[in-house]
């Protein structure tokens, strides 16, 4: 079983910065394409970024672009995901999924085959 593990979470004030990871367990971590995603409250969970298995190609929301980064260190089996310009509609809980099948879209929940426990993103105007 793969085992993601989210961290850097917390409150920030709106125009700040947070750097999210992902910690994955396991030594295929390379072989899997990885995506963040967030769910607020009443909201369903939405697409946030997505990476490639090699890290070269990287898919934004179109709500994040121009604030969020994301990237992958496949040495140390790690995702992250580097938020700017933060503003009250990031506020969600955000969590990370590997896809480990080539199926489905970057883009689509469904897609992936395992899940973090999410970390909380708390944004203050």
């Known amino acids: 079983q793969v085992q993601l593990v989210e961290s850097g979470g917390g409150l920030v004030q709106a125009g700040g910065s947070l750097s999210l990871s992902c910690a994955a367990s396991g030594r295929t971590f390379s072989s899997y394409a990885m995506g963040w995603f967030r769910q607020a409250p009443g909201k369903e969970r939405e697409f946030v970024a997505a990476i490639s298995r090699s890290g070269e190609s990287t898919y934004l929301a179109d709500s994040v672009k121009g604030r969020f980064t994301i990237s992958r260190d496949n040495v140390k089996n790690t995702l992250y995901l580097q938020m700017n310009s933060l503003k009250p509609e990031d506020n969600a809980i955000y969590y990370c999924?590997?896809?480990?099948?080539?199926?489905?879209?970057?883009?689509?929940?469904?897609?992936?085959?395992?899940w973090g426990q999410g970390t909380q993103v708390t944004v203050s105007s």
């Open positions: 999924a590997a896809r480990t099948r080539p199926v489905g879209n970057y883009y689509s929940t469904r897609a992936y085959d395992y």
